[in-house]
T-cell receptor, first 115, second 110 residues
Framework: NAGVTQTPKFQVLKTGQSMTLQCAQD?????MYWYRQDPGMGLRLIYY???????DKGEVPNGYNVSRLNKREFSLRLESAAPSQTSVYFC??????????????FGPGTRLTVL | DQQVKQNSPSLSVQEGRISILNCDYT??????FLWYKKYPAEGPTFLIS?????DKNEDGRFTVFLNKSAKHLSLHIVPSQPGDSAVYFC?????????FGPGTRLSVLP
């Protein structure tokens, strides 16, 4: 049981390049999330997916796209990377029902630098 | 406009003493409150939570207090241990909306 895994761990891009961050969870959770963390700030939600086939924007979605490939996998794509997207990216999953809020389980993060 | 504030960016405490980390929020829709702990180069890990129907929840050395009228919660760690040195995030939530505070870096000195 690996929990939440993310690849790659580190990435350096040049401005304008594209890349996809991968995330997978093996806890059979319905909900998955992408956050970014910047110095002095908390984790900010980029996109989330409440269930397979659905995605919704979070607080900072501009410049990103997501795909909920199946129940296990949720990918984050940067189509044209910008220096402002230099950050640490965390994927998380949780089991959330309509009435309850459950805890989120996080992956180890991807440290992205855009030059 | 920050919905969640942790006004102490850092805190140093002597081993064995109490650590108190504070968190203030503005959105009255939050009904579930979580604390996460983060070590360098790792993802946040869940520590303790409290529902809005309670004012206290205890788990071993960790206790979370909630004052809904003041929109304030705090995390108490007693006794503090060097392994508790980490960044602590409070995360008020409702449904699938989790809002993380900026974090407090706790250093427990031996």
């Amino acid at each position: 049981n690996a929990g939440v895994t993310q690849t790659p761990k580190f990435q350096v891009l040049k401005t304008g390049q594209s890349m996809t961050l991968q995330c997978a969870q093996d806890m059979n959770h319905n909900s998955m999330y992408w956050y970014r963390q910047d110095p002095g700030m908390g984790l900010r939600l980029i996109y989330y997916s409440a269930s397979e086939g659905t995605t919704d924007k979070g607080e900072v979605p501009n410049g990103y796209n997501v795909s909920r490939l199946n129940k296990r996998e949720f990918s984050l794509r940067l189509e044209s990377a910008a220096p402002s997207q230099t950050s640490v990216y965390f994927c998380a999953s949780s089991e959330v029902t309509e009435l309850d809020t459950d805890t989120q389980y996080f992956g180890p993060g991807t440290r992205l630098t855009v030059l | 406009d920050q919905q969640v504030k942790q006004n102490s960016p850092s805190l140093s405490v002597q081993e064995g003493r109490i650590s108190i980390l504070n968190c203030d929020y503005t959105n009255s829709m939050f009904d579930y409150f979580l604390w996460y702990k983060k070590y360098p180069a790792e993802g946040p890990t869940f520590l303790i939570s409290i529902s809005s129907i309670k004012d206290k929840n205890e788990d071993g050395r960790f206790t979370v207090f909630l004052n809904k009228s003041a929109k304030h919660l705090s995390l108490h760690i007693v006794p503090s241990q060097p392994g508790d040195s980490a960044v602590y995030f409070c995360a008020p939530a409702y449904g699938q909306n989790f809002v993380f505070g900026p974090g407090t870096r706790l250093s427990v000195l031996p």
